[in-house]
């Protein structure tokens, strides 16, 4: 049973950190740096290595 406990524990955690959970030791996001256009959100995501089109 502990095994299962820590399995499930562990991807609690991760699953967490993925949807930017972390214990709030990061900084709220700025409404003034959010996403305006498409061509801001295309070089975002072409920054993370992704492409349009």
Same mark, same amino acid.
Not at 3 to 24: H, M, N
Not at 30 to 35: C, F, K, P, V
């Given at each position: 049973?502990?095994?299962?406990? @820590? /399995?499930? /524990?562990?991807?609690? !955690?991760?699953?967490?950190? #993925? ?6 030791? @990061?900084?709220?996001?700025? /409404?003034?740096? #959010?996403? @305006?256009?498409?061509? @801001?959100? #295309?070089? #975002? ?6 492409? !349009?089109?």
């Amino acid at each position: 049973m502990a095994g299962y406990y @820590q /399995e499930y /524990e562990t991807f609690r !955690l991760v699953v967490d950190e #993925a949807l930017g959970g972390g214990g709030g030791s @990061q900084p709220k996001p700025n /409404e003034s740096d #959010a996403i @305006q256009s498409f061509d @801001q959100l #295309a070089k #975002a995501f072409a920054d993370v290595g992704g492409t !349009l089109g």
